[in-house]
């Protein structure tokens, strides 16, 4: 089995970011690290940050500074990474031109060392005891901007240091309520340098943050001030932005996944994927579905059915659109955009016929085209008629600022606007078959006119010079695309979506209008129809079938993606104060203005709260119910904290006992998420479990854990029940628990089997009985044949259900260390432990007798486990590798889908033909040699650092073909005996087989 | 048959890699020694990739920065404090014995 490797979504957390001018003299961005992606973001008008650019690096980046070389108005970003061949790889603390913290003896100490530009060389200047407890080095400006040396955080204190100087100490204020033997930990620092003064910003790891403030007499500091400023979650990486904004890099958002289920549990057009994510109050169920969320800003019905919509601005610069133009059969309303939208009758536009196109000319005069003629309303209101000769009707419009293309059955007419403002006659030319589509691209910048008109017969061709093509033609659009964006050199796109629900990319040559290079991709049932719309300021493609794509440019590569959103009629581009891109479209009788947020995400996301860190996910298998175990380590339980308690008797009324959980009061879980929970000791837990209905994403029932108990493991189990003789089964929810479970070493006071039985449908829980069992924390349950199966510790149990609590059958105790995951598949067992990889194990009924039969020589230290059938497994493990194992061969194809601990998501494709894996295989092995990656390390030995990568093709190296040179992009091509454009079909083929 | 240059270069590399990788060890290390190199290795590895500590944290209920400087910390003293080298601690049996016999 060869597989395929691609990241769908790319991992959302941030580890460390750096603010600077990277770009331009004055632009305000920040450059960040998402483990393996390095991004520039920078905030725009709206105060949302945007992605400049992002790219891989295929290495770990463990550290970012800006660096600017003297006199020079821009920024360099240094990038310490594990190449070996960067700055970096050291694992202490550096700033600009000292370093320190030795960790090799007992007593910490603070060294200087100086940078001899000249010598490009360090020296050591000095170096002094530091406080044990020191964590992390602020450099304090020196020289005209302040008194220089260094700020030491140290775990309570803040301490200012400098050569020859006494050390002056801070003492970090503390939360109330924390544990007296707790300390106050720095773990991220912004400093902000302004002409009079300049401060520093530290977050503690509770997410405290405190403005320290150093007050100096010349050279001499007198007094260092930490004074609380603001709490939000605690931030791998803090920057104050020259604009005042403060960027934070949190350290969980939403982002971790923890597990996550892919099901269609509401019978949807694509499986949905189920997801934990979050931590602590920030936790979250999330439901993930493939496409751009989209946000409906206005719906308002409309009498009768209409058939088109279109936009329109006043004038060529406005930026906003003036009026919304909507077609009847038999007639046309029209809407100003103000305030509000309303219906207008002075805009010139004929209301009596339908129309078939809108457009703004040049001259700022406005074009209507309806069957009858062309109605050109001048900027002075005076109005040109142009009528079609005879009994003829137009049937058909095309337009930009210059040029009016028509079609009248079969005739194409076309018109100019010349210097006078006035529309001519300029071409008619007759196409032998009747006209399905027409389409004329804007006039590219510097150009008198679009040299192109593409139209599309119902002879099931597309004439640009005439082409065949597979069926008739319903749409047409021209984009420009390409590496240079809008440029004069970017590429002309000819996309025609066909009555069949295809859509064919071709692109159109620049001089001599020959389409080449066609791509074709099933968008759904129905014809689509194709509208220009704007997408980050650049015109992108709405294509509307049975459900709408957006197509659009996405960092030089064009990727259509669809909308999480009914099905369309007909939509037009729209701009206006409150939604400057956005698009008008009809559906079902009513009018819709919609939004697309976050262009560029994969998946669009619904969220509801959770308690506590969620551990497992189950789904019901009859009721179509989600199951959801919540625990939290060193957490105080709901019914325990006082701090809710005062605050529900101060509002008044409420018993403490009514209290139904945080998550369902908006507003104090909004409070708690900035600030975090109050600390309970290690050994304390607070867990409940929750049943999530998955069509409203509320929860139906919620229960809380006693005991000091937290939950390790859930699994839903059909098991026989004891009273039944005739075999019945019942399907239980049973929950593996550990009572006072601490870390370093792992162990607890006592463990437990929880059983629930399920009521009401699958929205209620009641506890059966509950059985303490012996060997250590119930890492995994599984349910076999009827019963139970259980990790204890490292003892493998068979349980069956009894009237007061669970009899343990049979138990096997050789396992190495800690059972991590089971799974059952008809009498084979296969237990993943903790550090020793996969174990398949065999119950033989007769001698009621657990056994090995087989297990992996490599030390796997296993998370998570797939079964993927019989003989094989895919295994994840804690240093992020993903491993398939197999006894023997045969295996069916299946895409893997995986999660990981920073929030991304990517899938694992097996190549279903051996022409594929070696064409990957050595695209692969060019891309290495010809663009190796960014920081330079070595790509084999990145994929490679605890295990070899075998059999498996790292796609997004071979996404990044389109990224390099042109001429290295030919000779790659040249070697795998393909043309660049057949390559780029490839890998944009494998990419929508996943997808 | 190996010859004289092929084990003096084979002793060089080891001596090379002695240089350049602080664990690789040699013939006569001891236990403790060994024991050590794993875990401060181990350590190095968890705080040098984010997503380990990310994992770590996540388990613990701390922030990533409280499980950083923790890792750190512990690399100082991983294994606990050192034993007393082998002949020392005969000196100190044949100590206690002569105590005894007194």
Known sequence: MHLYHLTLSRPSGVQTACYGNFSGPKAQEVVVSRGKVLELLRPNEMGKLVTVVSTEVFGCIRALAPFRITGASTDYVIVGSDSGKGLGRSSTEWSLDWTGEAASVAQKQLTFYELDLGLNHVVRKWSDPVDNGANMLIPVPGGADGPGGVLVCAENFIIYKNQDHEEVRAVIPRRNDLPGDRGVLIVSYASHKKKAYSFFLVQSEYGDIYKVTLEAQQETVTAVKVKYFDTVPPCASIAVLKTGFLFAASEYGNHALYQFIVANLLGEEIPQIYALTGRGPRSALAVLRPGLAVTELAASPLPGNPTAVFTVKHAMGDEFDAYIVVSFTNATLVFAIGEEVKETNDSGFLGTVPTLHTQLLADNSLLQVHPGGLRHIRPDRRINEWKVPGRRQITRATTNEHQVAIALGGDVIYFELDPMGQLLEAEKKEMGDDVACLDIAPVPEGRARCRFLAVGCYDSTVRVLGRALPAIPESLLMLYGGADEGGPDSGLFLQVALQNGVLMRTEVDRISGQLTDPRSRFLGTRPPRLFPVSVRAHRSMLALSSRPWLGFSDHGRFSIIPLSYEALDYAAGFASDQCPEGFVAVSKGSLRILAVENVGETFNQQVTRLRYTPRRLAIHPTHNTLFVAEADHAAIPLAEREDVKERLQAEGGMESDAVQGIEFDEDMAALEEQFGTPRGQPGQWAACLRIVDPATLSTAFVVELDNNEGIQSMCLAPLASPSATNGAVETMLVVGTASGLRYYPTECDAAYLRVYRILDAGRRLELLHKTQVDGGPVGALCAFKSRLLAGCGSILRLYELGKKKMLRKCEYKQLPHYIASLNACGSRIYVGDSQESVHFMKYKKADNHLYIFADDASPRYVTSVLPLDYDTMAVADKFGNVGVLRLPPDVSAQVIVYGTAMGGIGAFYPFSSREDADFFTHLEMHMRQEHPPLCGRDHMAFRSAYWPVKDCVDGDLCAQYPSALGAKQRSMAEELDRTPGEVLKKLEDIRNKIL | ?102
């Open chain 2, 1 to 102: 048959m190996a010859t004289l240059s092929d084990r003096m270069s084979i002793n060089t590399q080891i001596e090379h890699l002695q240089s350049k990788y602080v664990g690789t060890g040699h013939p006569d290390i001891s236990r403790f020694e060994w024991a050590l190199n794993i875990h401060r290795d181990s350590y190095a590895s968890y705080i040098g990739h984010h997503p380990m500590l990310a994992y770590f944290s996540t388990v613990e209920n701390e922030s990533i920065g409280r499980v950083k400087y923790d890792f750190l910390q512990k690399m100082l003293l991983p294994c606990g404090i050192p034993p007393k080298p082998q002949d020392a601690e005969e000196e100190e049996e044949e100590e206690m014995e002569d105590q005894g016999k007194k």
